[in-house]
């Protein structure tokens, strides 16, 4: 299983990426598919995350309202698409996954697979 986290880059204030999170090597109809940050110096942690089958998801409470995890399931990619971006973004995102045997999506050490992490820089 690869994930191929693309789409970072530096960004004003205020504005929007979105990151791409291409999946290859199995089919993931039963897995959850998140996205983690880590800035320097802190702990990496949860972001979003998308349950591959029934499309539930689930944001953290700083990013939810700006943030929006999607999934192309013709390109199995799931995408995040980071709007109202603010200087406390800035972080190394990755993407991971996992099987979906549980609703506690928020802890790293759950997580099988991992992208290689693309950085996004928010300027102010």
């Known amino acids: 299983v690869q994930l191929q986290a693309s789409g970072g880059g530096l960004v004003q204030a205020g504005g929007s990426l979105r990151l791409s999170c291409a999946a290859s090597g199995r089919t993931f109809s039963n897995y959850a598919i998140s996205w983690f940050r880590q800035a320097p110096g802190k702990e990496r942690g949860f972001v979003a995350a998308?349950?591959?089958?029934?499309?539930?998801?689930y944001y953290a409470d700083s990013v939810k309202g700006r943030f929006t995890i999607s999934r192309d399931n013709a390109k199995n990619t799931v995408y995040l698409l980071m709007n109202s971006l603010k200087p406390e973004d800035t972080a190394v995102y990755y993407c991971a996954a996992r099987m979906n045997y549980y609703s506690a999506y928020d802890a790293p050490s759950s997580y099988t697979y991992w992208g290689q992490g693309t950085l996004v820089t928010v300027s102010s």
């Open positions: 998308l349950t591959w089958s029934g499309g539930n998801t």
